[in-house]
T-cell receptor, first 112, second 114 residues
Framework: GQNIDQPTEMTATEGAIVQINCTYQ??????LFWYQQHAGEAPTFLSY????GLEEKGRFSSFLSRSKGYSYLLLKELQMKDSASYLC?????????????FGRGTSLIVHP | NAGVTQTPKFRVLKTGQSMTLLCAQD?????MYWYRQDPGMGLRLIHY???????AKGEVPDGYNVSRLKKQNFLLGLESAAPSQTSVYFC?????????????FGPGTRLTVL
C-alpha cells in the first residue's frame, strides 16, 4: 500500500516564496508528481521527480529525497493566480503495474 | 486533439437509479483511470485499465463497474446509485507508466445522488 501526507492548507503573500511538503511511504517507487488544481477544474501536471535532487521549471521547483520519502514543491514570486490546490502523487507498484496514488492535496491561499 | 473528454458534465440521480459515465481519449493512451474526488479526500482511484479489454480495481471500487471495450473509451457504471456516491468523478489517461508519462485529466462529472 501507499501512504501520502501533505498539509491541508497554507497561506502566503503575493510575491513571497512558499514550500509545500509531501511525505510518502510506498512499495516499488516509480516517480513522484505534483499537480495543480484550481477550484472547479481538473488537475494539471506541474512536475515530476524520479531521482534525488531539485527539478526547476520557471517559478516552480520540486525536490525529492527517496531515502527520506520526502518531496517538496517550491513556488517563487507568488501570484494571485497560484491560489489553488496542489496534489502530490506517488507512482508505486500495484499488481503488475505502476499506479499513481494521490495525497489529499494542499489548498494554497495567496493574499495581497 | 480533444484530449480527454467526459460525458455528462453534470447529473442528478435518485437513490437506486443507474447510470454510465463515459470517458474518451484521442491520444492513443494505453492506461485509463477513474477517480472520485470528495472534499478533503483528494483523488481516490476507483478502477483502472491497462489496455483494451482489461480492467482492475483501485482503492474504492465497491458500487462501481467499468468496461474498456475500445482503447479510446473507458466507461464507469453505477448500477444502483447511493447518496454516498455523490462526488466529482475524474477520468484520466496515460501513454504508459513511465514517470514521463504524465496523467491527462478530463474536465470532471459532477454527480449528485438524492
Amino acid at each position: 500500500g501507499q501512504n501520502i501526507d501533505q498539509p491541508t492548507e497554507m497561506t502566503a503573500t503575493e510575491g513571497a516564496i512558499v514550500q509545500i511538503n509531501c511525505t510518502y511511504q510506498t512499495s516499488g517507487f516509480n516517480g513522484l508528481f505534483w499537480y495543480q488544481q484550481h477550484a472547479g477544474e481538473a488537475p494539471t501536471f506541474l512536475s515530476y521527480n524520479v531521482l534525488d535532487g531539485l527539478e526547476e521549471k520557471g517559478r516552480f521547483s520540486s525536490f525529492l529525497s527517496r531515502s527520506k520519502g520526502y518531496s517538496y514543491l517550491l513556488l517563487k514570486e507568488l501570484q494571485m493566480k497560484d491560489s489553488a490546490s496542489y496534489l502530490c502523487a506517488v507512482s508505486g507498484r500495484s499488481g503488475g503495474s505502476y499506479i499513481p496514488t494521490f495525497g489529499r492535496g494542499t489548498s494554497l491561499i495567496v493574499h495581497p | 486533439n480533444a484530449g480527454v473528454t467526459q460525458t455528462p458534465k453534470f447529473r442528478v440521480l435518485k437513490t437506486g437509479q443507474s447510470m454510465t459515465l463515459l470517458c474518451a481519449q484521442d491520444m492513443n493512451h494505453e492506461y485509463m483511470y477513474w477517480y472520485r474526488q470528495d472534499p478533503g479526500m483528494g483523488l481516490r482511484l476507483i478502477h483502472y485499465s491497462v489496455g483494451e479489454g482489461t480492467t482492475a480495481k483501485g482503492e474504492v471500487p465497491d458500487g462501481y463497474n467499468v468496461s474498456r471495450l475500445k482503447k479510446q473509451n473507458f466507461l464507469l457504471g453505477l448500477e444502483s446509485a447511493a447518496p454516498s456516491q455523490t462526488s466529482v468523478y475524474f477520468c484520466a489517461s496515460t501513454l504508459g507508466t513511465s514517470p514521463t508519462d504524465t496523467q491527462y485529466f478530463g474536465p470532471g462529472t459532477r454527480l449528485t445522488v438524492l
